[in-house]
């Protein structure tokens, strides 16, 4: 880090930024973002704090956007798209403008600070190309209409053709004047006048141009991920059904209201967003979906499309009692500043929180604004029903709502790595949270996988609204929990393991002098002397974040692999470190050994619960905390240790039916039936076993 002192010149100080808006230019977080600056990739100076140059921002985005450096490219979640794949994930290969986003996205790449005007650009010719194609006879008809009077003159001119272009741009740029004026440019200066968009009724065109175009760092910061094709089916029903109003607060490009425009009046639809160009995309998307564009048309979309910033507003009159659906992808993880959460603090529960959840804010605000009998459906992360930090929105529900209906999805977006959830409620105060006949849907890829009715008698409570499963596999559940079971939360010391910051530079593949073994997650097998492939240089100051040194030390330790979709657990007595794909616990039960542990956290009772439960593919400290851990006597722990020494120690081909042994014992011990284990064993060895 370059130290400089504070009386270096003010020019100097003005160059400099801190790190949380050096993180902001780079959408990262500012524990990478001060990692980077220790790595040499971002001039920095020191003051009273650490400064970073504004400059040296700039140019590393342009390397990481051109492609000339990958830093990024190991991120699970990435917060730059390559130029290779970054405009064209949103658009199928199969659409017409293929091509086109294709051209754009590499005239953008080389563009790593675009603006605004490149925007617009490309949004005000693509939406003319749409336009003259949608309304092209009646345009016709409106052209002809106009110049009846002049046609001896129109065929005089050289290029018919030019003056009925001539004449459509006007029309278009009068309309965009009316309800879009943010894309309003002369089509004849853009850099883009010689693409050719092509509608496809099937395609939001606009909206996948603007979610590829924008800066993926402002979409972090302001949540916004745009709603995939499908969804808006999933809610309809509940639109069809009622002679409602329908609100969606956080439109973007109109996905859901042109859905409902197919049924529903444009009198009844109305949508808000923060983003003048995203209204202005829902304002022409309306006028395609209906294929009008009259005055009184324009004016009704004025109205009831506006920018307006829905946390904020209390002017709600015109929706009240009007038998109300409100309908929304509402904004994931934006980042608010102080002033903003000033402005919301008291209204809202959740504003206690440093970092409030935006889905969070907008469901309490969906359902302090609705009357008794309207319908809320949100399309929201999955951790909304079981997160601790969501407990408060979770009381909300529980208190003011009714369940109709919960779909369950996987990882819809792209380059977004978190399962979804379409959760459709009812206001309505009642003691019990599901209304009769309420669904459960598991769709992938589109399609329904499974589906069953939900029973009024499930004990649901802040702590989780989790409802993945059926009636049977709860009652197995319940059965496990009902047994005498211990808990590892407050009965363990977890720690996570070292975040390096840079892998390929402190990892080696080789032992040597002052090296010590490392284990990462892949290292870790059930049932498995643990053999690491890398060593490392232990130095925790070089580290970005490491725990304490005592904790590695400590025997007996179980590690666990961090990214699973279940338990996969080993025991070590070697006071290995780890990195942070394969954190650990020490276990502090009086009379259960790390061997008894290691059996039940890898058994298939304990699959079968884990999957049903928390549906994830990371494995968190919270869940393995929620994990039942039957209790059983010295007999029982000496018997089942004995099990899992010589599990370890077996071959290949007599694991397995070492395995079935142990696991039956362990099954026991959670008063399961064979019935019961019959029916786990079916469920769990569908994957990978061991």
């Known amino acids: ?173 009068n309309i965009l004047k009316k309800i879009a004026p943010i894309l309003l440019m002369d089509l004849h200066k853009s850099e883009f006048d010689n693409l050719n968009f092509v509608y496809n009724q099937n395609e939001d065109t606009l909206g996948l141009l603007y979610e590829d175009i924008q ?62 160009i995203s209204v202005a995309i829902t304002k022409l998307n309306l006028c395609f979906k209906y294929k009008r564009f009259d005055d009184d048309f324009l004016r009704i979309l004025n109205t009831n499309i506006v920018k307006k910033d829905f946390l904020l507003s209390k002017d709600f009159d015109d929706l009240k009692n009007k038998n109300l659906l409100i309908v929304a992808n509402p904004p994931w993880g934006s980042k608010y500043d102080k002033c903003y959460l000033h402005d919301i603090r008291d209204n809202f529960d959740h504003i206690g929180k440093k970092h409030p959840e935006s889905y969070d804010l907008f469901l309490e605000k969906a359902i302090e604004i609705t009357s008794n009998g309207d319908v809320i459906a949100f399309l929201v992360p999955e951790a909304i029903l079981q997160v601790k930090s969501h407990a408060g929105i979770r009381k909300k529900i529980l208190e003011n709502t009714k369940l109709l209906e919960l779909v369950y999805f996987d990882n819809i977006f792209k380059n977004v790595q978190c399962p979804s959830i379409m959760l459709v409620l009812k206001k309505g105060s009642t003691k019990e949270l599901f209304e009769k006949d309420a669904t459960i849907r598991f769709v992938n890829s589109e399609k329904i996988k499974t589906e069953f009715k939900t029973t009024l008698d499930r004990k ?37 393991g070292i975040v390096t910051g840079d892998n390929k530079k402190f990892l080696k593949s080789a032992p040597a002098k002052n090296l010590l073994p490392i284990v990462t997650g892949k290292d870790i097998f059930k049932f498995r002397d643990i053999e690491n492939k890398y060593y490392i240089d232990f130095k925790p100051q070089n580290f970005q974040q490491c725990a304490d040194s005592s904790l590695y030390q400590t025997t007996p330790k179980i590690i666990y692999r961090f990214i699973s979709d279940k338990p996969i657990c080993m025991y070590d007595y070697k006071k290995m470190i780890t990195l942070n794909s394969a954190n650990f616990f020490i276990p502090h039960f009086e009379n259960l050994t790390a061997e008894y542990i290691c059996a039940v956290l890898n058994s298939r009772a304990v699959c079968f619960y884990f999957k049903n439960t928390f549906r994830t593919s990371k494995v968190l400290r919270s869940m393995l905390e929620k994990i039942p851990i039957p209790s059983a006597d010295a007999v029982a722990v000496n018997e089942i240790t004995d099990i899992v020494k010589t599990l370890v120690k077996a071959k290949d081909d007599d694991k397995y039916n070492l395995y079935n042994e142990l696991d039956r014992k362990i099954s026991t011990l959670y008063n399961l039936t064979n019935e019961d284990i019959s029916y786990i064993k079916e469920f769990t060895d569908m994957s990978n076993l061991f």
């Not at 972090?220 to 089916?233: D, E, M, Q, V």
């Not at 969606?248 to 009046?265: E, H, Q, R, V």
């Not at 409570?461 to 009652?475: E, F, Q, R, Y």
Request: aromatic content about 12%; glycine content about 2%; hydrophobic content about 35%.
């Open 1 to 173: 880090m370059n130290k400089q002192s504070p009386q270096s010149t003010e020019q100097t100080k003005n160059k400099l930024i801190n790190v949380n808006e050096a993180s902001n230019i780079l959408g990262i977080s500012d524990a990478t973002c001060r990692n980077w600056v220790k790595r040499g990739l971002l001039k920095s100076a020191f003051f009273d704090k650490l400064y970073i140059y504004e400059s040296s921002c700039f140019n590393l985005k342009k390397q990481i956007l051109s492609g000339d450096i990958d830093i990024l490219s190991s991120r699970r979640n990435k917060t730059y798209k390559r130029k290779d794949s970054a405009y064209l994930s949103s658009f199928s290969t199969d659409s017409p403008n293929f091509a086109n986003a294709k051209i754009v996205s590499e005239y953008l790449s080389k563009e790593a600070l675009y603006s605004e005007n490149h925007i617009v650009s490309i949004l005000c010719k693509a939406a003319f190309d749409l336009f003259s194609e949608i309304f092209n006879d009646k345009l016709q008809e409106m052209y002809h209409k106009s110049h009846v009077e002049r046609k001896n003159e129109i065929s005089k001119k050289s290029n018919c053709n030019m003056v009925y272009t001539s004449y459509t741009e006007d029309i278009f740029n």
């Open 215 to 276: 800066d993926l760092k402002s979409r972090k910061r302001t949540g916004s991920y745009y709603t995939p094709s499908f969804i808006p089916a999933m809610p309809a029903k509940f639109a069809k059904e009622r002679s409602s109003e329908i609100l969606d607060p956080a439109c973007g490009s109109g996905i859901f209201l042109c859905f409902f425009a197919s049924f529903k009046d444009i009198n009844s639809l109305h949508g808000y967003d923060i983003d003048a």
């Open 460 to 496: 649901l409570s802040t702590t989780s609204l989790n409802i993945s499963c059926d009636d049977k596999v709860w009652a197995l559940m319940n059965k496990m929990v009902n047994s005498n079971c211990l808990y590892l939360k407050n009965n363990a010391d977890f720690a996570m």
